[in-house]
Every structure is written in structure tokens, then in C-alpha cells.
């Protein structure tokens, strides 16, 4: 079956250090993106990429950086820089569209926290 | 920018009861528009979605009418089970650069059904 995979499921940050987020999809989808979910909260775009090698930043960037060398992954690290990085971080992907209607099919997440 | 507003939760009902969760939203364009559902500890799935004035959309028993008059998509319900408790997210979709979307969601509705 096609999906979204993400690892690990549970991550621990010592401050100071930079860990990343593997994000890999099998359903030959052009765009990928990572959001942010606090408790209570709804979802913030952090990155996007429409294509390999490219990609845009969101709305709270900051503290974060992706890379996209393949078209199934698109890795998120969370550098030192994120004062606050404790959250739930979700990974999306969609067909490119000529309008909005394509869905987001998401991974199950991976959960961040500070030593 | 565009936001999405729903109603406040947690929400508590009984088996079979009749469920409405209020989303609004407000937005330049016509955006598309979405209910995603989160079970505990996984990522979001799509539940159904609209993409443009008066279409409904409907999965699973849930429907929503996209209501441009009212800048509304309640989500509804006749009869739930205990397995719809979940949390429910309204979004809106706003297409980016070449044909990728940024979903704008609004902050989650906890919805628990007691047997």
C-alpha cells in the first residue's frame, strides 16, 4: 500500500543539538510539506517543496531547514536555533494541481522533546 | 491572511446522537475546503471535502455543504459511535507557488462519544 512514513515516532533533543525527521512517500507525489501541531492547536506549515531540489519556506520557519535530493523524501531538521521545538511534527504530500483541491495525505508523526 | 474558525471544544455526546461541529472561515478566492480527523497518536486523515459553492461532501455518514454565503462547512452527523471520537480539523486550501497548497486549519475540535 501507498503512504507516508515517518521515523522515529518518538524523538529527544539535548539543547544545543540538531536531530532530523525522516520523512519518505511512496505515492509518486510531486509536493511535500512539514506542519507543526502544538497541544490544542491546529496544524502550521513549516516547509514545502513542489519539486526536487526546491523548496519554499511557511509560515514559521524559523529554526528549521529540509532538504529535497529525492522526490520521496524530504527530511526536516530542527537546528538549535528553534527556541522552542517541543511538538508534533507532520509530514504531508499531494499531487500538484491546477487548483486547490488535491487533499494532503499525511504520515503519523513524530513527537519532539527536550531533554 | 485567511483563517479558519471552529467551534470550541472538547464536545461530549452519547451513542447516536445527532453531532455538529461549527467551521468558518474566511478567505480571498474560492478556496477548496476540508474536514481531516486525528485519532489519538497517528497522523490526520481526510474525511471529505468540497471544492466550490454548494457541493456537499460526505464520508462515513459525515457531511459537510460548502456554504459561500455564510463562509461555513459544518460538519454533521446523524447518529455517532463511540469510534468517531477523535479530533476533528477544519482547513482550507490555498494554492502556493506552481500548484502546491498551503491547508490553513482552524484549531481542532475534540469530540468523544460516551457508550
Known amino acids: 500500500d501507498g503512504g507516508i512514513t515517518q521515523s522515529p515516532k518518538y524523538l529527544f533533543r539535548k539543547e544545543g543539538q540538531n536531530v532530523t525527521l525522516s520523512c519518505e512517500q511512496n505515492?509518486?507525489?510531486?509536493?511535500m510539506y512539514w506542519y507543526r501541531q502544538d497541544p490544542g492547536q491546529g496544524l502550521r506549515l513549516i516547509y514545502y517543496?513542489?519539486?526536487?531540489?526546491?523548496?519554499q519556506k511557511g509560515d514559521i520557519a524559523e529554526g528549521y531547514s529540509v532538504s529535497r535530493e529525492k522526490k520521496e523524501s524530504f527530511p526536516l531538521t530542527v537546528t538549535s536555533a528553534q527556541k522552542n521545538p517541543t511538538a508534533f511534527y507532520l509530514c504531508?504530500?499531494?499531487?500538484?494541481?491546477?487548483?486547490?483541491?488535491?487533499?494532503?495525505?499525511f504520515g503519523d508523526g513524530t513527537r519532539l522533546s527536550i531533554l | 491572511g485567511d483563517s479558519v474558525t471552529q467551534m470550541e471544544g472538547p464536545v461530549t455526546l452519547s451513542e447516536e446522537a445527532f453531532l455538529t461541529i461549527n467551521c468558518t472561515y474566511t478567505?480571498?478566492?474560492?478556496?477548496?475546503l476540508f474536514w481531516y480527523v486525528q485519532y489519538p497518536g497517528e497522523g490526520l486523515q481526510l474525511l471529505l471535502k468540497?471544492?466550490?459553492?454548494?457541493d456537499k461532501g460526505s464520508n462515513k455518514g459525515f457531511e459537510a455543504t460548502y456554504r459561500k454565503e455564510t463562509t461555513s462547512f459544518h460538519l454533521e452527523k446523524g447518529s455517532v459511535q463511540v469510534s468517531d471520537s477523535a479530533v476533528y480539523f477544519c482547513?482550507?486550501?490555498?494554492?502556493?507557488?506552481?500548484?502546491?497548497?498551503?491547508?490553513?486549519f482552524g484549531q481542532g475540535t475534540r469530540l468523544t462519544i460516551n457508550p
Open positions: 517543496s513542489q519539486i526536487v531540489n526546491d523548496f
Open positions: 478567505a480571498t478566492g474560492y478556496p477548496s
Open positions: 482547513a482550507l486550501s490555498d494554492q502556493v507557488g506552481e500548484g502546491a497548497q498551503k491547508l490553513v
Open positions: 504531508a504530500s499531494s499531487i500538484l494541481g491546477g487548483y486547490s483541491n488535491q487533499p494532503q495525505h
Open positions: 468540497a471544492t466550490k459553492a454548494d
Open positions: 505515492l509518486n507525489h510531486d509536493a
